[in-house]
């Protein structure tokens, strides 16, 4: 079966984001961004990453995966930036026929 950038995106395991609480501290992956520019957020949900060491555990798990995890992670990931470049193409062909 062919895969077609359509294919992937439903065979893709999606997690819809979620939120943020009604907090002032937020938990988790979910950072409101309160200025006319991203930046304090993004240094705000880097902290939290570094804290959390999210980036080592993620180096660890690849790492120490067996082979045919490895095979579906890259398979995964080659599956995703195909879709995402049909995506881009689409949008580049929307704004041409707005233009």
Known sequence: MPRTPL???????Y???TPPLSSSRNTGRSVPVQSL????AYFQLRQILFESRVRDLVRYQEFHEPAPEKRRRK???ADW???IEYVKAQ????????L
């Open 75 to 77: 398979r995964k990931q």
């Open 15 to 17: 997690r819809p984001h």
């Open 37 to 40: 520019t991203p930046a304090p």
């Open 81 to 83: 930036r195909k879709y």
């Open 7 to 13: 294919l992937l995106l439903l065979r893709r395991a």
């Open 91 to 98: 949008v580049v062909l929307a704004k041409d026929l707005a």
